[in-house]
């Protein structure tokens, strides 16, 4: 299983900018999904998460109302469209996945629920 991010990138507080993680192999409708950023010296967060089915998100506090997770599965896609972006959401985010069962439909917030992750995407909010 391979996960690829796209869309990051050095914008102005206030703009939005979307981000893209292309999942290769596995079965991307069966993959739980989730976003997570470090900011340098400090500990990863998650901020978004969703479920094998999309019926469960969940946002860090953060980012709640301004961040929004979604998943294509025709596209093998999860993407994160990020709203009113400030300087504090400026850190590398990394798209995670975890296959699970059909009866663990819900969205975790825990790196150590994920096994599988992406290389990580630069996003820079600066005036």
């Known amino acids: 299983v391979q996960l690829e991010e796209s869309g990051g990138g050095l914008v102005q507080p206030g703009v939005s900018l979307r981000l893209a993680c292309a999942v290769s192999?596995?079965?991307?409708?069966?993959?739980?999904l989730a976003w997570f950023r470090q900011a340098p010296g400090k500990d990863r967060e998650c901020v978004a998460a969703?479920?094998?089915?999309?019926?469960?998100?969940l946002y860090g506090d953060s980012v709640k109302g301004r961040f929004t997770i979604s998943r294509d599965n025709a596209k093998n896609t999860v993407y994160l469209q990020m709203n009113d972006l400030k300087p504090q959401d400026t850190a590398v985010y990394y798209c995670?996945?975890?296959?699970?069962?059909?009866?663990?439909?819900?969205?975790?917030?825990?790196?150590?629920?994920?096994?599988?992750w992406g290389q990580g995407t630069q996003v820079t909010v600066s005036s």
């Open positions: 995670a996945a975890d296959l699970r069962d059909y009866t663990a439909d819900y969205a975790t917030d825990m790196d150590f629920d994920y096994e599988y």
């Open positions: 969703i479920s094998w089915s999309g019926g469960s998100t």
């Open positions: 192999g596995g079965t991307f409708s069966r993959f739980a």
